[in-house]
Nanobody, 126 residues
Protein backbone atom coordinates (compact mmCIF):
# COMPACT_ATOMS: atom_id res chain seq x y z
CA UNK A 1 0.00 0.00 0.00
CA UNK A 2 1.20 3.50 -0.84
CA UNK A 3 0.11 6.68 0.87
CA UNK A 4 0.48 10.01 -0.89
CA UNK A 5 0.58 13.39 0.84
CA UNK A 6 0.48 16.64 -1.12
CA UNK A 7 1.78 19.94 0.18
CA UNK A 8 2.80 23.35 -1.08
CA UNK A 9 -0.53 24.78 -2.08
CA UNK A 10 -1.64 28.26 -1.16
CA UNK A 11 -2.74 31.66 -2.36
CA UNK A 12 -0.66 33.41 -5.01
CA UNK A 13 -1.15 36.33 -7.35
CA UNK A 14 -1.43 35.84 -11.08
CA UNK A 15 2.01 35.52 -12.61
CA UNK A 16 3.44 33.99 -9.47
CA UNK A 17 4.82 30.55 -8.77
CA UNK A 18 4.21 27.64 -6.45
CA UNK A 19 5.91 24.30 -5.99
CA UNK A 20 3.75 21.36 -5.01
CA UNK A 21 5.19 18.26 -3.39
CA UNK A 22 3.86 14.73 -3.33
CA UNK A 23 5.53 12.63 -0.66
CA UNK A 24 4.98 8.90 -0.73
CA UNK A 25 5.35 6.07 1.71
CA UNK A 26 6.36 2.63 0.52
CA UNK A 27 9.64 1.41 -0.90
CA UNK A 28 8.15 0.50 -4.28
CA UNK A 29 7.18 4.08 -5.10
CA UNK A 30 10.24 4.43 -7.29
CA UNK A 31 8.65 1.93 -9.70
CA UNK A 32 5.44 3.93 -10.10
CA UNK A 33 4.32 6.48 -12.60
CA UNK A 34 2.92 9.58 -10.93
CA UNK A 35 0.44 12.11 -12.15
CA UNK A 36 -0.87 15.45 -10.98
CA UNK A 37 -4.56 16.12 -11.51
CA UNK A 38 -6.63 19.14 -10.58
CA UNK A 39 -10.25 19.89 -9.93
CA UNK A 40 -11.67 23.39 -10.12
CA UNK A 41 -14.97 24.29 -8.45
CA UNK A 42 -17.89 22.95 -10.44
CA UNK A 43 -15.65 21.13 -12.90
CA UNK A 44 -14.46 17.59 -13.39
CA UNK A 45 -11.02 16.52 -12.27
CA UNK A 46 -8.51 16.81 -15.11
CA UNK A 47 -4.99 15.70 -15.87
CA UNK A 48 -2.24 18.30 -15.47
CA UNK A 49 1.10 16.48 -15.62
CA UNK A 50 2.65 13.03 -15.35
CA UNK A 51 6.04 11.40 -15.01
CA UNK A 52 7.14 7.83 -15.49
CA UNK A 53 9.03 5.79 -12.89
CA UNK A 54 12.49 6.87 -14.01
CA UNK A 55 11.67 10.50 -14.72
CA UNK A 56 12.70 9.97 -18.32
CA UNK A 57 9.24 10.63 -19.73
CA UNK A 58 7.00 13.51 -18.80
CA UNK A 59 3.53 14.44 -19.97
CA UNK A 60 1.59 17.70 -19.78
CA UNK A 61 -1.85 18.95 -20.53
CA UNK A 62 -1.86 21.64 -23.21
CA UNK A 63 -3.19 24.14 -20.69
CA UNK A 64 -0.06 23.91 -18.52
CA UNK A 65 2.63 23.07 -21.07
CA UNK A 66 5.52 25.50 -20.88
CA UNK A 67 4.47 26.76 -17.44
CA UNK A 68 4.49 23.64 -15.25
CA UNK A 69 7.34 21.19 -14.73
CA UNK A 70 7.04 17.79 -13.10
CA UNK A 71 10.06 16.10 -11.59
CA UNK A 72 10.90 13.39 -9.09
CA UNK A 73 13.58 12.12 -6.76
CA UNK A 74 13.10 8.42 -6.09
CA UNK A 75 15.63 8.44 -3.28
CA UNK A 76 13.35 10.88 -1.48
CA UNK A 77 10.09 9.23 -2.57
CA UNK A 78 8.91 12.63 -3.75
CA UNK A 79 7.44 14.11 -6.90
CA UNK A 80 7.21 17.86 -7.43
CA UNK A 81 5.12 20.09 -9.63
CA UNK A 82 6.73 23.46 -10.27
CA UNK A 83 4.07 25.90 -11.40
CA UNK A 84 5.14 29.20 -12.94
CA UNK A 85 3.23 32.03 -14.60
CA UNK A 86 0.12 31.02 -12.72
CA UNK A 87 -3.26 32.15 -13.95
CA UNK A 88 -6.60 32.48 -12.16
CA UNK A 89 -7.84 29.52 -14.19
CA UNK A 90 -5.20 27.35 -12.49
CA UNK A 91 -7.19 27.67 -9.27
CA UNK A 92 -8.12 24.16 -8.17
CA UNK A 93 -7.48 21.40 -5.72
CA UNK A 94 -4.40 19.55 -6.93
CA UNK A 95 -4.06 15.82 -6.41
CA UNK A 96 -1.16 13.50 -6.96
CA UNK A 97 -1.77 9.92 -7.96
CA UNK A 98 0.42 6.86 -8.44
CA UNK A 99 0.20 4.05 -10.96
CA UNK A 100 1.66 0.82 -9.57
CA UNK A 101 2.20 -0.67 -13.02
CA UNK A 102 5.63 0.24 -14.27
CA UNK A 103 4.41 0.49 -17.85
CA UNK A 104 2.48 3.73 -17.23
CA UNK A 105 0.64 3.42 -20.53
CA UNK A 106 -2.18 5.96 -20.14
CA UNK A 107 -0.93 8.77 -17.92
CA UNK A 108 -3.74 11.12 -18.98
CA UNK A 109 -6.52 8.88 -17.65
CA UNK A 110 -7.59 8.74 -14.03
CA UNK A 111 -8.32 5.04 -14.35
CA UNK A 112 -4.58 4.47 -14.83
CA UNK A 113 -3.90 5.30 -11.20
CA UNK A 114 -4.21 3.14 -8.12
CA UNK A 115 -3.42 5.52 -5.27
CA UNK A 116 -4.52 9.09 -4.65
CA UNK A 117 -3.64 11.79 -2.20
CA UNK A 118 -6.08 14.06 -0.38
CA UNK A 119 -5.26 17.13 -2.41
CA UNK A 120 -3.88 20.60 -1.80
CA UNK A 121 -5.66 23.85 -2.63
CA UNK A 122 -4.10 26.28 -5.07
CA UNK A 123 -5.75 29.68 -5.43
CA UNK A 124 -4.55 32.23 -7.96
CA UNK A 125 -5.89 35.74 -7.57
CA UNK A 126 -6.18 38.17 -10.44
Amino acid sequence: QVQLVESGGGLVQAGGSLRLSCAASGRTFSFYGVGWFRQAPGKEREFAAGINWSGGNTYYADSVKGRFTISRDNAKNTVWLQMNSLKPEDTAVYYCAADRTRAYVYPFFQSEYDYWGQGTQVTVSS
